[in-house]
């Protein structure tokens, strides 16, 4: 996930100027790959934190990068302090999205920026072949169930202005893939991990998994992936 959606992550903080100096805190940060790059983006002078749950998958290290243990819906993590406030497909698998986004607004300063990228499931929607929409109806079934929101993409810009941040942007961008690239390999292996889950769930057989995992390893085989929305916006 990191090497697929890294480059859109950077490219988003890139264009809102965050740069030498400034303070940046990331939510849910994984294998910490984002907040070492943000640490070299801000240095001399920034200082980046580095936030999760599970801080078992960070493989990062960087002059300037602090990694600690925390859970968002706690409250923020240093209220009113971050020039920068980022998360990245965290919200759509919490409990409470609203509180969350919240303690994160918190966390910026006057001025701050804060930018969420979360996904959007509506390009599947209209995935082909028939069984392949099949798959993906039973996949948001099962999601549902677990309480995952895979449409907060498209939520995230009202959100923000409801908070009162002002210069609130959002876009939203996919990736075409074939089978066998990057992109089918995510999905082969994160349905593989969960497939008992899903065949017991109901919601998904194993004729439909087979189908759409034979269809992540055809390369002739074209569909388009989830939409992530990188919504932004400056705290008053």
């Known amino acids: 996930m990191s090497r697929l959606l890294d480059p859109l992550h950077r490219r988003h903080v890139e264009r809102l100027g965050i740069g030498a100096g400034a303070r940046t805190l990331e939510v849910g940060c994984g294998n910490g790959s984002v907040s070492a790059w943000l640490a070299r983006r801000v240095a001399p002078g920034g200082h980046a934190v580095a936030v999760d749950l599970d801080l078992s998958l960070i493989d990062a290290d960087s002059p300037g990068l602090e990694v600690r243990q925390a859970d968002i819906l706690a409250g923020p993590i240093e209220p009113r302090d971050f020039d920068l406030v980022t998360a990245r497909a965290v919200l759509h698998h919490v409990a409470d999205a609203t509180a969350a986004v919240g303690n ?133």
């Open 104 to 236: 994160l607004v918190a966390s910026a300063r006057p001025g701050g920026t804060v930018l969420l990228i979360e996904p959007d499931f509506l390009p599947v929607s209209v995935a082909e072949p028939a069984e392949v929409a099949a798959f993906w109806r039973g996949w948001l079934a099962w999601s549902r169930e677990q309480g995952i929101d895979y449409f907060i993409g498209r939520k995230l810009p009202a959100m923000l202005s409801a908070l009162g941040l002002r210069d609130v942007a959002a876009t939203a961008e996919t990736a075409h893939y074939n089978g066998g690239s990057a992109w089918a390999v995510y999905w082969r292996e994160t349905v593989i991990e969960l497939r008992a889950r899903l065949v017991a769930s109901g919601k998904l057989d194993d004729r439909l998994i087979d189908a759409f995992l034979a269809r992540c390893a055809d390369p002739s085989w074209w569909t388009q992936t989830i939409a992530f929305t990188a919504t932004s916006g400056r705290v008053g």
